[in-house]
Nanobody, 126 residues
Framework: QVQLVESGGGLVQAGGSLRLSCAASGRTFSSYTMGWFRQAPGKEREFVAAGRWSGGSTYYADSVKGRFTISRDNAKNTVYLQMNSLKPEDTAVYYC???????????????????WGQGTQVTVSS
């Protein structure tokens, strides 16, 4: 059974940092794309960042480029999202996702991902 478990969310002041973790289990993810998405109240789920579990290419939403970094630790089967210079508009529930998503225009599309975590709340105060 595939499980993605996010952690690391919380309350932080604007300008601060948080690191989200996504612990993956239940299968081998070496050929998978790992994505981070977020959803604010009353809004649709939006793409944040994605990268190959095997390494190499990464892709970021324009709104987080230069502030967020996706990475992974193969030994721990964990994907991270380092978030710096946080803004109030970053406030949302953040979700980890995994799927066999072809590189390119499909990476930001939520329906392309097969597995999702339960989400972790990030709140940035002004």
């Amino acid at each position: 059974q595939v499980q993605l478990v996010e952690s690391g969310g919380g309350l932080v002041q604007a300008g601060g940092s948080l690191r989200l973790s996504c612990a993956a289990s239940g299968r081998t993810f070496s050929s998978y794309t790992m994505g981070w998405f977020r959803q604010a109240p009353g809004k649709e789920r939006e793409f944040v960042a994605a990268g190959r579990w095997s390494g190499g290419s990464t892709y970021y939403a324009d709104s987080v480029k230069g502030r967020f970094t996706i990475s992974r630790d193969n030994a721990k089967n964990t994907v991270y999202l380092q978030m710096n210079s946080l803004k109030p508009e970053d406030t949302a529930v953040y979700y980890c996702a995994a799927g066999r998503v072809p590189y390119g225009s499909s990476w930001p599309v939520p329906r392309e991902y097969d597995y999702w975590g339960q989400g972790t709340q990030v709140t940035v105060s002004s």
